[in-house]
C-alpha cells in the first residue's frame, strides 16, 4: 500500500480483556517496529523486526504484550488481560532495511481501557 | 539506555518569531533524525544528519549537527500557525531509534 496501515484507529475495552492491533508495513519494507505514545508523552520503542531474523522484544513493558509478523508482512500486537495504563497510541512504522534508514508510521492505533 | 534529551519540553512562540530547539547526547551519534508530529497526528520524517558539522536547510527550518556529533538543532525562521507541533530528535542505534522527549510547539497568532 501507499502507507503504514493500521487497524484498529480506536479501540476501548474493558479492564481484562485482550485486544489485537494489526499492522501493514508498506510494500517492500522489511523491518517493522511498533511503538507506544501515551499521552503528551515521547514514542517508548516496543518491538522490532527483520526479515527472518528473531525479533528484539526488549521493549515490551510486560508477558501480557506479544506481537507476531507473518510472511515478513502483517504485524499484530497483542496485549493480554489489558490494564488501565495500556491506554495510549500504538504506533506502528516500516522501514525499507535497518541501520539508519527513515521509518515511516501509521496513523496509530488509540486504545482506552475503561 | 542510551537518551537524547531534548530541550525546551514546551515553546511558546510569537508568529513571526525564530526560535531554537536542541537535541543533546552525552555519548557520540551516528546520525541524528528529527520529526514532527502534528496534534493528533503520528509522527512524520523530516531530516537525517550524518556528517559531523552538517546544516541542511528546509524552507523556514535549518537543522544543525555539531561538530563532536553529540548534539544537533532545529531553528525556524518567521514561525508560522503550521509549524504548531511536537518535534522529536531521534538517534539510531543499528536498527532502533530511540527518540527524545520531544519539544511541543505552539504559537500564538
Known amino acids: 500500500g501507499a502507507g503504514v496501515s493500521q487497524s484498529p484507529s480506536n479501540k476501548v475495552t474493558e479492564k481484562g480483556k485482550d485486544v489485537e492491533l494489526r499492522c501493514d508495513p508498506i510494500s517492500g519494507h522489511t523491518a517493522l517496529y511498533w511503538y507506544r505514545q501515551s499521552l503528551g508523552q515521547g514514542l517508548e520503542f516496543l518491538i522490532y523486526?527483520?526479515?527472518?531474523?528473531?525479533?528484539?522484544k526488549s521493549g515490551l513493558p510486560s508477558d501480557r504484550f506479544s506481537a507476531e509478523r507473518t510472511g515478513g508482512s502483517v504485524s499484530t500486537l497483542t496485549i493480554q488481560r489489558t490494564q488501565q495504563e495500556d491506554s495510549a497510541v500504538y504506533l506502528c512504522a516500516s522501514s525499507r532495511t535497518a541501520s539508519g534508514n527513515t521509518i515511516y508510521f501509521g496513523e496509530g492505533s488509540w486504545l482506552t481501557v475503561v | 539506555g542510551q537518551q537524547v534529551m531534548q530541550i525546551p519540553q514546551y515553546q511558546h512562540v510569537q508568529e513571526g518569531e525564530d526560535f531554537t530547539t536542541y537535541c543533546n547526547s552525552s555519548?557520540?551519534?551516528?546520525?541524528i533524525q528529527w520529526y514532527k508530529q502534528r496534534p493528533g497526528g503520528h509522527p512524520v520524517f523530516l531530516i537525517q544528519?550524518?556528517?559531523?558539522?552538517e546544516v541542511k536547510k528546509q524552507k523556514r527550518l535549518t537543522f544543525q549537527f555539531g561538530e563532536a556529533k553529540k548534539n544537533s538543532s532545529l531553528h525556524i525562521t518567521a514561525t508560522q500557525t503550521t509549524d504548531v507541533g511536537t518535534y522529536f530528535c531521534?538517534?539510531?542505534?543499528?536498527?532502533?531509534?530511540?527518540f527524545g522527549a520531544g519539544t511541543t510547539v505552539t504559537v500564538r497568532a
Open positions: 523486526f527483520q526479515g527472518n531474523s528473531a525479533p528484539d
Open positions: 531521534a538517534r539510531s542505534n543499528d536498527y532502533k531509534l530511540s
Open positions: 555519548t557520540t551519534l551516528s546520525n
Open positions: 544528519l550524518v556528517k559531523s558539522g
